[in-house]
């Protein structure tokens, strides 16, 4: 359950630009935000963020973060 509520500033073009990135997807701009900022922990190798995404999220992400991945491999 989603209790806390965090709120952040953003240009005319960015929100424009979410919001249709979030449309495309099928998801609301919160469902969004949320998603591409866990992905990118997860990318990073934030093991808590892995945990987010399979718990909440699902498969759908994983199946996501999993394309994502093979076109853009982590290289250390």
Excluded: H, N, W
């Excluded at 209790?3 to 997807?25: G, H, N, P, S």
Aim: aromatic share 2%; glycine share 6%; with cysteine.
């Amino acid at each position: 359950m989603k209790t806390t509520m965090m709120q952040f500033r953003v240009a005319e073009d960015e929100k424009a630009l979410i919001e249709k990135c979030a449309k495309k997807q099928g998801m609301t701009v919160s469902e969004y935000i949320r998603a591409s900022l866990l992905m990118e922990m997860v990318i990073d190798g934030e093991v808590q963020a892995l945990k987010i995404i399979g718990r909440t999220i699902g498969m759908k992400a994983m199946d996501a973060l999993s394309r994502r991945l093979k076109t853009s491999p982590v290289v250390d």
